[in-house]
């Protein structure tokens, strides 16, 4: 679902009263809910779940579980436990199924927690994903508000993973470069969560940049902390291949979504042009986290986590006195970026929404890289074997 949808089926549930024991809540456009059980700890609830990305069972599950358990270590915290949350067609082989749960518990167990139970229904199209539980200390949780005028912004993985997943289900993947966006995928954010931890106050915001893309979880950030933010195009990392896809066309349903919700609210510099905007919208998966810091942490953040690598990529500008005010001022968010003048029309197959034709059904609609709704495991079947309709 996209930005813009989630926030209007939301709001009717912004306005219940919420016990003072609920630190983070469905009030705040957060990445997970805190629940204060004592002075030193609090849990954190979450859950995420998604059809396959890529062909291999184990792979899938691994990547869906490390997207999943990413919610907890952009609030700060460690993960506990979790359960599976499985959707399985009843003409797919379950021995398929045990391999994705297979690897969602070792991602777990990697993390430091357990798969405890799960819940399974029979749907037409595969899913699998966590609800997991977390701890944190009440003094300790990392949100999306907090960001200050100053302050560096710094993101923990390249981005590009919708692009290039949606190139893989077309079949026009190079190895090499799906092989890269794997392993970013299936990488935790355990690391990155405890260097900005360590960082201590110099950490003012944090999330993870999953669905919404780079500037759709940037707005929610900037949005919650009441100031605008800039960035540098040519600072942003990209996994190899990224640029590619986006000139071939492969774009996710998701990113037209995210960019008819973010375009009025952005100004991009007219010199980059369309393909560097898809970047910008592209939905990622298991992304990393995305930080504002104060600038005096930027030189001691490698030495807290010298396995991961952050990239600098913007800064926070002004502030601003209330969130009515941050639209105005987003007009100028960004500003290094560019003038967008968004595609409808990418390639041919694809008609003026952005919806791709299946090949196997010519009547069926379905968002680029998504399952055909007629037959989801037919040519775009999960695990790349293709089969007749």
């Known amino acids: 679902m996209g930005p813009g949808a989630l926030a209007q089926v939301l709001r009717p549930l912004t306005i219940q009263a919420v ?227 986006a000139e071939l066309g492969h774009i996710t349903g998701g990113a037209y979504r995210n960019a008819t919700y973010l375009t009025p609210h952005v100004h991009i510099a007219e010199r980059l042009d369309e393909v560097d905007r898809e970047l910008l919208w592209d939905p990622q998966t298991s992304g990393g986290l995305f930080a504002a810091i104060d600038p005096a942490m930027w030189p001691a953040l490698a030495a807290l986590a010298p396995e991961v690598r952050f990239w600098r990529i913007g800064e926070v500008t002004e502030r601003v006195q209330d969130e009515t005010m941050v639209w105005r001022v987003s007009r100028r968010f960004h500003s290094c970026l560019c003038q967008y003048r968004f595609s409808l029309s990418y390639l041919s197959q694809f008609d003026r929404r952005g919806i791709n034709r299946c090949t196997s059904h010519p009547g069926e609609d379905r968002d680029p890289g998504e399952f055909c709704k007629r037959n989801p495991v037919g040519q775009f079947h999960a695990y790349g074997q293709r089969r007749a309709a």
């Open 19 to 245: 016990p003072a024991e609920l630190l983070v809540g469905i009030n705040a456009a957060d990445d997970a809910a805190v629940y204060r059980v004592n002075d030193t700890q609090a849990i954190i609830s979450t859950a995420d779940f998604f059809p396959p990305v890529v062909d291999d069972p184990y792979v899938f599950g691994a990547i869906a579980a490390a997207n999943a358990l990413s919610d907890v270590y952009a609030m700060g915290g460690q993960v506990l436990m979790a359960i599976n949350l499985v959707a399985w067609p009843d003409n797919l082989d379950y021995a398929i199924l045990s391999e994705i749960l297979r690897a969602g518990a070792d991602i777990v167990e990697q993390a430091g927690g357990v798969v405890a139970g799960g819940h399974t229904v029979t749907d037409k199209e595969p899913k699998y994903g966590l609800a997991v539980t977390g701890m944190v200390h009440p003094q300790h949780i990392l949100t999306k508000g907090g960001a200050k005028p100053g302050d560096l912004l710094v993101l923990s993985k390249p981005l590009g993973t919708g692009l290039i997943t949606t190139a893989h289900k077309r079949e026009e993947v190079a190895e090499n470069d799906l092989d890269a966006a794997i392993v970013s995928m299936m990488q935790l954010n355990r690391k990155a969560s405890q260097a900005l931890l360590e960082a201590g106050a110099g950490v003012h915001a944090v999330t993870d940049i999953t669905g919404f893309g780079l500037l759709g979880h940037a707005w929610e950030m900037a949005a919650q902390s009441l100031v605008g933010m800039r960035f540098q195009f040519a600072a942003l990392p990209l996994l190899p291949g990224a640029r590619r896809y």
